[in-house]
């Protein structure tokens, strides 16, 4: 640390829990106050010469059993301190920690890693690496849970599933302030766990007061997926209209399946080619005439959500057509034809003026009397 560095750095523990186990130092003591040692007496013809030698192995045996003892207690301790991790923390590390995460949930956050899309691996290493009793709040792009504990919302979070909502950085770090307390003593810390899109990396985004944020970008291993761009109908003939549908794609991709249905009935099947460009395209017949609730799927193992695409083909709709006048005269009638007009014919004298309204085509069909029936259609501008 430099000098000039004002923030002040004290030893903590990891363990400091294990410092009751320092009792054990009563055992060394216990074990020199409380000598079991029976001496064994030795006879001897002459002990003149001894007393001497005796006297110093007895002090020299005292100093031994000291050292001995002070030794014991220093190993147990350096023991007990290893064992309780010490560590040099400032003094901020002492401050009550506050903690908000957002987990994205948009549809991006289907892409597989292995065998699990990312969301699901966010929510694993959530399950696993979170304290079970430590208070957080967390807020996806839909939902939200203030001052929880990970055993609480744990279900919850295994049933997230992706939507298409999608927070911006700016929107994130400000509904992740309203989560905070306003004590400012408090350590505050965001974590935003996203695989940052384009959507969101381009918005501007302006640092929080007060609050340490810390970006966690989730990535799979291969970016591979195929999308379903737009369909639309290129071309028509008298029976069919044929439909394109655009696909792009990303990574190393060649052929892929592309079915064609009419509600859940599978109409068609067809595999689609890529180019350079990673652009493909499929083509599919379908009836002109008849009503379609067109759905086109495709299969990939990248996202999911662009898997689909929903189209509507109403039924055509006939064109009125009104013959006023000659009724005899069949050959209009072989003109309009049922399958693609609805034809009726009336006389003048007969004819229901409400019906106007809601014809496409009024014929007048070689009229003696044409002026009372403009006076009605143009309600009085005849002259």
């Known amino acids: 640390m430099s000098i000039f560095d004002n923030s002040i750095q004290e030893m903590q523990f990891k363990y400091p829990e294990l410092f009751w186990a320092l009792f054990l130092l009563l055992i060394p003591i216990f074990i020199h106050l ?34 001995l003892l002070f030794t014991r207690m220093l190993l147990l301790t350096a023991f007990i301190f290893a064992f309780a991790q010490p560590f040099f923390a400032e003094k901020s590390a002492l401050k009550q920690k506050e903690t908000v ?49 990970i055993q609480d919302i744990q279900n919850e979070l295994l049933a997230l599933s992706t939507g298409s909502k999608q927070l911006k950085l700016n929107e994130i770090q400000l509904k992740g302030k309203t989560l905070f307390s306003s004590d400012i003593a408090t350590d505050k810390n965001l974590i935003i766990l996203s695989d940052f899109q384009q959507l969101m990396a381009s918005t501007q985004t302006d640092s929080l007061l007060n609050v340490h944020s810390h970006w966690v970008a989730l990535r799979g291993k291969e970016v591979k997926n195929v999308s379903i761009d737009s369909a639309y109908i290129e071309s028509e003939t008298t029976e069919n209209l044929n439909l394109s549908v655009n696909l792009s794609g990303s990574g190393a991709i060649e052929n892929i399946p592309v079915s064609l249905f009419n509600g859940e009935t599978l109409i068609a099947k067809t595999s689609a080619s ?73 006389e003048l004298k007969t004819l229901n003026y409400s019906n106007l309204a809601n014809q496409h085509l009024i014929i007048l069909n070689n009229l003696q009397q044409i002026r009372c029936f403009v006076n009605y259609r143009f309600k009085g501008f005849y002259r």
Not at 54 to 59: L, P, T
Not at 127 to 141: A, G, Q
Not at 304 to 317: H, M, R
Not at 327 to 345: G, H, K, M, P, Y
């Open 34 to 67: 409380f000598q079991l040692r029976r001496f064994k007496k030795t006879p001897f013809t002459n002990v003149k010469f001894l007393k001497k030698v005796v006297s110093e192995s007895r002090q020299s045996n005292t100093l031994k059993k000291w050292l």
């Open 101 to 149: 995460i957002y987990l994205d949930d948009s549809f991006s956050m289907q892409l597989k890693e292995e065998s699990t899309t990312l969301l699901e691996n966010a929510v694993q290493e959530l399950i696993k690496n979170l304290p079970k009793t430590e208070r957080f709040s967390l807020f996806t792009n839909a939902k939200t849970f203030r001052n929880t504990t």
């Open 274 to 346: 890529f180019n350079e460009s990673k652009k493909g395209t499929a083509n599919f017949s379908i009836p002109k005439n008849e009503a379609f609730d067109g759905k086109i799927e495709i299969s990939d193992s990248g996202l999911t959500y662009d898997n689909l695409l929903y189209f509507t083909v109403g039924e055509k709709e006939k064109i009125k057509v009104l013959n006023v006048g000659d009724v005899q005269n069949r050959f209009l009638a072989r003109i309009f034809t049922e399958d693609e007009f609805i034809f009726s014919a009336t």
